[in-house]
């Protein structure tokens, strides 16, 4: 076992450089006034929470919380019923529809945007196929679709992987001491897939919240979320605009990493065995 | 006793092609401990889950207290079941395992909190109602199980296989303590096992299956000393069984040999199934018995030896407290009520 320690050292490397050593500078950036374009300046400083009240920062923050939420209870909505189907299904079947599911995943992210945005768009190839024209670019609408689209699976897995594992009698258990159906459902199959809700919620809510193409491309920047935020602060830094963008931008990242940190110590305390994770 | 509480009357039931109860029909009785024994698959799971209402039988009727109650769901029904692997919900605690049915029926709190309790009480739980199912060994949460049935006061408790999992010390104990529980709570036991003698400990009737079909309903005397045919006979407790022919009442001629017996009612010179259990055999001096052979094999059992002798080429098993040295001859006889004849079986 000693000896095979040495083959986590690539990977060890790998954390520190891309990840751990990133971290600390977000951190010495968001809590500094140093910029790229004045090296000698360097004063630590709660400046650049300042951001928090700009109003385009609030409503960046609302859009994210609300497009997500709205997102994960869609997802859920939809995905409950199907992975519950799934989990039901004779085992061949079932891996059919698994694979269905997972085959998209494999399409690059944003060939799956722009596939969306041209959908969405009033004279689209959808439109010659369906005779419907949609018109949903810069829309709420058209980005939770979008959303929905892209997360979904992220929603039915975790669910359907509790639901799979759950032992048939315990239903036959909860209908023997007097349960309808319906109790069987919330006394019972529900309570024990809060497990897969909790991991579902936070898979589909997380990246749906810090996503930034997809409300780029489709919300034609009518519509920021956090990302967008993000984004537009680095280009910013980049196209040489200096301020304290980079800065800010820094801070604003590190709060969504604190975020994606607090949801999984969220997940692993309602799911102690990690079977819920992919 | 004495009413007839469910009776199954020619039931069938049958997994596509395979047929798992032909034509089943048997009654059980208001405080009864019946036992359905008999080996693996031979559809005494399957019988147990039409009573209960997990399965719907092709043909035939269930009647519960006179009434026919074959499309009935389970949670329609006065019966509970404890099951194989116990079912218990993982989600809660042994309280709301417990309560669960009671919390469904919407009895008043207070109610359900006395009941719990003596329940918890009754299978000797005490204390435990905080704890979480996870925590509990096997024998704890075999009694959870039965907590969770009986506490809803079912006129039937339906039981599979519920010690199958335990060691055996601990089986012992729980069969006694099944037993005890059912006398003082007056609610019939309908048991599943393929484990004799369990069966032939706790219940005051056994019905005995195999692959579909009753073979012998009684008590459990009746049915270690009258097996009906030869399967019965092997299946509860080893047996030397032989094939004779009853030569008029009386009297049965097997091995050979001519020997008194105290059965009657056969044709003359009927084929019969002869069966002796192996401690019924006594040693006597070779010189007075009818069966003569050598010991082949000893083997210590504790409370007896088993000795197998060998007869004219064929291996008798006996149950003793006597010592023989391997290598000796022996005489053996038996006594005329020992022996148990029976129909020879159609096959």
Known sequence: MKRLRFFSIPYLAWMLIFIAVPTLILIMLAFSDYSLYYPSRFEITWVNFQIFSQSYMSKAIIYSFGLSIITTLICFVIGYPVAYYLANLPEKTRKIWLALLIVPLWANMLLRIFAWEKIFTPLSIFTDLSGLSLDLLGTNTGIVIGMVGMYLPFMIFPLFSVLERMDYSLVEAAKDLGATDLNVFFKVIFPMSLGGIVSGVIMTMLPAMTSFVLPARIGLGRINLIGNIIESKFMKEVMGSGGLSINVGSLISLMLMLFSVISFVIITRFDKEGETLI | MGKKLIELKNISKSFGDLVVLDHFNFYINENEFITLLGPSGCGKTTCLRLIGGFETPDDGEIIFDGKVINDLEPNQREINTCFQKYALFPHLNVFDNIAFGLKLKKLPKTEIVDRVHQTL???????????????????????????????????VLLLDEPLGALDLKLRQEMQYELKEMQRTLGITFVYVTHDQEEALTMSDTIVIMNEGKILQIGTPEDIYNEPKNRFVANFIGESNIFEGIMIEDYLVKFVDREFKCVDKGFHLNEAVDVVIRPEDFDFVPPSKAKIKGIVDSLTFKGVHYEINVMVDGREYTIHTTKYREVGDRVGLSVEPESIHVMRRQRS
Not at chain 2, 146 to 154: E, G, K
Request: charged fraction near 25%; avoid cysteine; aromatic fraction near 2%.
């Open chain 2, 121 to 155: 009480k009754l299978v000797k739980l005490d204390g435990f109602q905080d704890r979480h199912i996870s925590t509990l060994s096997g024998g704890q949460q075999q009694r959870v199980a039965i907590a969770r049935a009986i506490v809803n006061r079912p006129k």
